[in-house]
């Protein structure tokens, strides 16, 4: 092959040249021709691109693990609440239930005064001692249930005047008792878990005025 192209030897031994063909130059060209711009290396990034890159990462990866942290203390918080609120209706799902009861014990215990009145030393009656008697067992049992289930009587005579458990009905003169204490209860309170579910009636005793 010289100068790209073929020679045939004559039978007689005389070369002949004989020229490529046009593809064939072409496919010789592009062999020998320069290197395809597609195929050349692209350059890396400036060391300064590199760095503003990886601050921006950075920032998106603190971003999103703030909101992460925040999503988990929100999902949290309402866990909590709905926590809180099971409880609640747990131990206040009575609350109406206790206030109805209440009004029974009241009954109760006013029946018991007053066979208990019937009943003195000075007018034996064996029927009415025995009607005493199994009224004051039947009120003792129910303030039983009652703390059983978290429902207590108040008994504020003696303490200081509290507007979230007494109502105020009367005031009485301070008698050896200290001004603004509760000299005297005309209805029960009760506390259902400790939360208030009926005021206590109080006469709270206040300084006599000449």
Excluded: W
Excluded at 79 to 94: N, P, Y
Excluded at 143 to 151: N, P, R, Y
Aim: net charge negative.
């Amino acid at each position: 092959v010289v100068g790209g192209a073929c020679c045939l030897r004559h039978p007689k031994g005389t070369p002949l040249p004989f020229p490529t063909t046009a593809a064939q130059q072409r496919s010789t060209g592009d062999e020998c021709g320069p290197e395809d711009p597609r195929d050349e290396p692209k350059h890396p990034l400036s060391d300064c691109a590199l760095e503003h890159k990886a601050i921006k990462l950075e920032e998106q990866v603190r971003d999103l693990t703030e909101r992460y942290r925040k999503a988990l203390a929100d999902s949290e918080n309402v866990r909590r609440r709905t926590q809180k609120f099971v409880e609640d209706a747990k131990l206040f799902g009575i609350q109406s239930f206790c206030r109805d009861l209440v009004e029974v014990a009241d009954i109760l215990e006013k029946t018991a005064e007053s066979a208990a009145e019937e009943a003195e030393p000075t007018n034996p009656n064996p029927t009415l001692q025995k009607i005493y008697e199994g009224l004051s067992l039947l009120e003792a049992k129910l303030q039983s249930v009652f703390a059983k289930h978290g429902l207590q009587k108040m008994s504020p005579v003696g303490d200081k005047y509290d507007p979230y458990d007494h109502e105020i009905v009367c005031h009485v003169p301070a008698e050896g008792m200290q001004p603004g204490t509760i000299a005297l209860v005309t209805q029960d309170g009760y506390k259902l878990h400790g939360r208030t579910i009926r005021h206590a009636l109080v006469g709270v005793a206040v300084e006599s005025q000449e």
